[in-house]
T-cell receptor
Framework: GDSVTQMEGPVTLSEEAFLTINCTYT??????LFWYVQYPGEGLQLLLK?????DKGSNKGFEATYRKETTSFHLEKGSVQVSDSAVYFC??????????????FGKGTKLSVIP | EAQVTQNPRYLITVTGKKLTVTCSQN?????MSWYRQDPGLGLRQIYY???????DKGDVPEGYKVSRKEKRNFPLILESPSPNQTSLYFC?????????????FGPGTRLTVT
């Protein structure tokens, strides 16, 4: 079945540092890829997405490029802020048969940004 | 405001006492889903619904039931809760089931079963 592997956390960075959270996937077919963010005490929010190979998703200074050759979708941000402290989930959505599309999540990476 | 709502947000109950967690969306979405989130395991899908009267099992359906009688509502039912169902539960919806459409999540329901 489909799976998503993302780097284990927690990750602690100083403000203005560069962020990379690695994400690789295994899927049949042509999945869409997503990054969701979960702020403390809240539900998940879509951060960015890419629906085909070589697409770059971007939002709020975060970027991720859909790399089919390496089956990766790494999340990057050039300069993190304290307000970026959250748990980040990589996910893929692919066809799972009988007209259904299943969303598969990684285990999440907790990011803490210190002033 | 477009949103997914869940109730209750917090619930403490005892083993075997039936409970229902409600989920409602106001975006006219066809697809709805329930997940549970556990430390170290990420989010796992419990059940999903492609449309009214169309539900199917996800990865961890044991001990749960759902129904989809109306497009906007997708309640999660625990007929006889057990302590291993203590978890954080999220309802989500998307316009359609297509892979390119993102899911919108509710705020979560934290359930404790003693």
């Amino acid at each position: 079945g489909d799976s998503v592997t993302q780097m284990e956390g927690p990750v602690t960075l100083s403000e203005e540092a560069f962020l990379t959270i690695n994400c690789t996937y295994t899927a049949t077919g042509y999945p869409s890829l997503f990054w969701y963010v979960q702020y403390p005490g809240e539900g998940l929010q879509l951060l960015l997405k890419a629906t085909k190979a070589d697409d770059k998703g971007s939002n709020k200074g975060f970027e991720a490029t859909y790399r089919k050759e390496t089956t990766s979708f790494h999340l990057e941000k050039g300069s993190v802020q304290v307000s970026d402290s959250a748990v980040y989930f990589c996910a893929l959505r692919s066809y799972s048969g009988a007209g259904s599309y299943q969303l598969t999540f990684g285990k999440g990476t907790k990011l803490s940004v210190i002033p | 405001e477009a949103q997914v709502t869940q109730n209750p947000r917090y619930l403490i109950t005892v083993t075997g006492k039936k409970l229902t967690v409600t989920c409602s969306q106001n975006m006219n979405h066809e697809y709805m889903s329930w997940y549970r989130q556990d430390p170290g395991l990420g989010l796992r899908q419990i059940y999903y619904s492609m449309n009214v009267e169309a539900t199917d099992k996800g990865d961890v359906p044991e001990g749960y039931k759902v129904s989809r009688k109306e497009k906007r509502n997708f309640p999660l039912i625990l007929e006889s809760p057990s302590p291993n169902q203590t978890s954080l539960y999220f309802c989500a919806s998307s316009l359609v089931a297509d892979s390119s459409y993102e899911q919108y999540f509710g705020p979560g329901t934290r359930l404790t079963v003693t």
